[in-house]
């Protein structure tokens, strides 16, 4: 199932919670395999991504991101790397 992130949370992800409630809701949705896509997000925090990653790491759905932009990117990947060493 694909989801637009920017349109449900917002263009600017700044928070923990809105990460724990993202893989919440995911949890709650009948289905194992879920797409994310952040082609409408601009800007993450590093407390949005490393809750995000650890929400993510503690859910039984598979969950992939597409159209992450480069700033993300760089956000997205020290935190998969703090929450994954």
């Known amino acids: ?5 920017g349109a449900e949370f917002g263009k600017n992800l700044e928070t923990s919670e809105i990460a724990v ?10 289905g194992d395999d879920f ?4 082609k409408e ?3 993450i925090t590093m407390n949005f991504a490393q ?3 650890n929400a993510k790491n503690e859910s039984p759905k598979k969950i992939s991101e597409i159209n992450i932009g480069d700033e993300i ?3 997205m990947g020290a935190a998969d ?3 994954n060493p």
């Open 73 to 75: 990117s760089v956000v």
């Open 41 to 43: 997000v601009y800007f």
């Open 21 to 30: 409630e993202l893989i919440d809701i995911l949890n709650k949705i009948d």
């Open 81 to 83: 790397e703090a929450c």
């Open 1 to 5: 199932m694909l989801i637009n992130v």
């Open 51 to 53: 809750a995000y990653y």
């Open 35 to 38: 797409i994310l896509d952040f």
